[in-house]
């Protein structure tokens, strides 16, 4: 999951006290669907895109506590999983 082939995926800042960006650069049109989930597998953010080129999306997690959140990023052939610490 963390290889990095269609999809090239930045986080910043990591770790966060408040928001992170995730950036995606992909080479041709792909529906996505971004997906941060807690420790415990629930669902906290969903948001799906079509993406050509650079796309950028913020989360806002100063409302959350602090631990460790998971950031998946699904396309039609990769799946990718980064690790997010909230502090």
Request: aromatic share 6%.
């Amino acid at each position: 999951l963390e290889t990095e082939n269609q999809l090239g995926i930045t986080l910043y800042p990591n770790p966060t006290s408040g928001t992170i960006t995730v950036e995606l650069e992909i080479a041709q049109l792909t529906r996505i669907t971004l997906t941060l989930t807690n420790m415990l597998g629930q669902n906290m953010v969903n948001k799906q895109s079509e993406v050509n080129g650079l796309f950028k999306q913020s989360f806002d997690l100063s409302g959350f506590a602090e631990g460790l959140y998971f950031i998946t990023v699904r396309s039609e052939n990769e799946t990718l999983l980064r690790k997010v610490i909230k502090k």
